[in-house]
């Protein structure tokens, strides 16, 4: 018995051993022997593999002994002549009815001798021929091509098997030219069947056929390699025709069981998919009278229950998509605002609603968003709507998302995107056609408090307040020189010394020993921080009148923050040593400003504290 890497004290380990224990004796069923060569498989073989979509593989027992594959590769040549021909020509070809027949079954529709779905041995054959290919070596090359993406290694063909089934595979053969009797195979079957037991003769193991499930559950993409094998369309139909008709006569009893769509094949290896979740594997030759693995259909039947794994049986989906929704009055943007546009901003902050949202938006998760939106639609001018948290947004989440937007713009409300720029889900549409759907719409900011600041500015400026950057604010009404006479004002000039800076220019480094503080008297200016994952933060933008740098005076300590010049900037700047220097400042000047910068820095904190319990929710 072999246990995977790192596995040491899991309790899924500890299960998968105590279950590989249950069976291992369990030693009825025949091993197939109708190809020669499996007869030879050695009974006692048995291992039990589960794979989650973060390609984490639990093993137990003969994991990596080799077996050819066998009916398991059915689904995932279905798969394949799907994305070569589209679904319409394939199902024109070979049906999706569940025959309750045998797998070797010459189930074809009477009339248009049609198989009747894709996991019997005649759907099968005719799948093969729907492999897209200018010759046999290309058609069989890009078969092993595709397995050897599911699997994340390169596979072969075991030749002994492929031989022995060649030799015997009559009945295969009977398939093959009745199908091409009725047409369904419009060339010599011949080759088509040497095709068909070349993909049966696929050599795999246990751990392998784990991934196949795994890379199925993930929608197609390869959990371990990261890399797509099939479109999750074309996943949704392999995994139907596997929960219809993947254990033959057995498929109406298993998923009434164990409830995942599956596959088995007579050398016997199952292999079972629970969808968004895991893939299960197992491999014991013995069979029952379907040509199912004995062992495999305990195992998995027990993993399903002890694991709560049904299908039918998903867990609700609990989490709320909305993480926290407040207004602009709880949380405002990160620019610094004059009193009076404060002001406006808390009497009217209602008008912006913020909705931060969180993991998977479908169609589900995002009913109840729109439904909230829409009950506030009357008393709201923009909506905020914050993707950062959000893992994966489906279609059918987009398609309600767009239709809100456009909902919102007919009645005069702007929805603002923010947080989505990383991902890799980013709903194009919504980007790309967003404004032009709904024409109050900006395109989606990579930063939430980007947006807010947008929404703000929307609200301010329907209330009259105009940006006017070139203006430049006298040193008397600077916020750090309220309450001084005009000759300590004209006292203070004296010391101070003018500055410009270009936009985009660094005015100060954090990590840098402080030496001045600025007054800001033209432009605007953004206070930012690096984070760790390599992005900006930013912590404010200031505009004239305010002051930066400011906390140089109090501590001294290397500056804790970088500040650009976000336009063309004029300041000036007062150095730490005039103002500790009684000469160069008396006393009264400098208790108004310390009066003025302890407002000032009182005013950061109740922001800070605010914004830190808006978040806290
Ligand atoms: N190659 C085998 C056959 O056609 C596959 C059957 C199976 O695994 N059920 O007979």
């Known amino acids: 018995m072999s246990g995977a890497d790192g596995a040491a004290g899991s309790p899924i380990q500890a299960y998968l051993e105590r279950m590989y224990e249950r069976y291992a004796d369990l030693l009825e069923g025949e091993v197939a022997n109708y190809i020669p060569e499996l007869a030879k498989a050695d009974k006692r073989w048995f291992s039990i593999c589960i794979a ?3 390609g984490h593989v639990y093993e137990v027992g003969d994991a990596r002994q080799p077996f050819t594959i066998q009916s398991i590769s059915k689904p995932f040549v279905y798969g394949m002549a799907l994305e070569d021909n589209g679904e319409q020509e394939v199902l024109s070809k070979v049906g999706v009815e569940p025959t309750g027949d045998a797998f070797n079954s010459i189930s074809l529709d009477p009339g248009s001798g049609r ?42 063909i075991d030749h002994v098997v492929y031989q ?12 093959g030219h009745m199908l091409r009797n009725f047409d369904i195979l419009g060339v010599d079957p011949d080759p088509i069947l040497d095709l068909y037991f070349q993909q049966c003769s696929i050599a795999v193991t246990c751990h392998d056929l784990a991934l196949m499930a795994a890379t199925l559950a993930n929608g197609g993409v390869n ?24 254990m033959y006569d057995y498929a109406g009893e298993w998923i009434y069981k164990v409830g995942m769509p ?9 292999l079972a998919v629970l969808p968004g979740q895991l893939g299960v594997s197992v491999f014991s030759p013995l069979l029952d009278a379907h040509g199912n693995s004995m062992r495999g259909l305990r195992v998995c039947a027990d993993i399903s229950k002890d694991f709560q794994l049904h299908l039918f049986n998903a867990p609700r989906i609990s989490t709320s998509a909305i993480r926290a929704k407040y207004d602009a009055t709880h949380l405002a943007s990160r620019r610094l605002r004059g009193s009076e546009e404060a002001r406006l901003l ?25 439904r909230e939106v829409l009950q506030h639609l009357d008393t709201t001018e923009s909506i905020l709507i914050d993707l950062k948290r959000v893992v994966f947004m489906n279609d059918a989440a987009q398609e309600v998302l767009t239709d809100l937007m456009r909902t919102a713009s007919a009645q005069g409300v702007a929805l603002v995107l923010a947080g989505a720029h990383e991902q890799d889900w ?17 395109p989606p900011f990579a930063d939430n408090d980007l947006a807010l600041e947008w929404c703000e500015e929307r609200l301010l400026s329907g209330r009259g307040v105009e940006r006017v950057p070139e203006a430049t604010v006298a040193l008397t009404a600077h916020d750090l020189c309220q309450g001084l006479t005009p000759d300590e004002l004209a006292r203070l000039l004296e010391n101070l010394q003018a500055r410009s800076f270009s936009a985009g220019d660094a005015i100060i480094h954090s990590g840098d020993c402080p030496d001045h503080i600025y007054f800001l008297s033209k432009g605007t200016v953004s206070v930012t921080v690096g984070l760790m994952n390599g992005r900006r933060k930013r912590f404010s933008t200031l505009s004239a009148g305010m002051v930066f740098g400011e906390m140089a005076l109090v501590d001294r300590l290397p500056r804790s923050a970088d500040v650009h010049a976000d336009t063309d900037v004029e ?16 006393a009264s000047v400098r208790a108004a400003l310390l009066r003025n910068l302890l407002r000032h820095v009182s005013r950061m904190l109740r922001r800070a504290n605010e914004e830190v319990s808006v978040l806290a929710q």
């Open 164 to 175: 022995s089934e060649k030799s015997t595979g009559h009945r295969n053969r009977a398939i």
């Open 571 to 586: 300041c000036y700047v007062l150095s730490c040593e005039k103002f500790e220097d009684v000469a160069c400042l008396d």
């Open 262 to 270: 599956a596959k088995s094949g007579v050398s016997g290896g199952i």
């Open 426 to 442: 980013l709903p194009k549409t919504i980007a790309v056609q967003g404004p032009a759907l709904a024409p109050l719409t900006p």
């Open 115 to 156: 198989p009747l779905n894709p996991m019997i041995n005649a759907g099968a054959i005719a799948v093969a021929g729907l492999v897209r290919g200018e010759s046999a070596v290309e058609k069989l090359h890009r078969i092993l091509q595709t397995f050897s993406l599911y699997v994340g290694r390169n596979v072969t």
């Open 346 to 370: 808390k009497e009217h902050g209602e008008q912006i609603r913020i909705y931060e949202l969180q993991g998977e938006l479908t169609f589900t998760t995002m009913e109840p968003v729109a």
């Open 52 to 54: 989650t979509i973060d």
């Open 223 to 246: 959990p371990r390699t990261g890399q797509r094998v099939a479109k999750p369309e074309y996943v949704e139909n392999m995994l139907s025709v596997m929960a219809t008709c993947g």
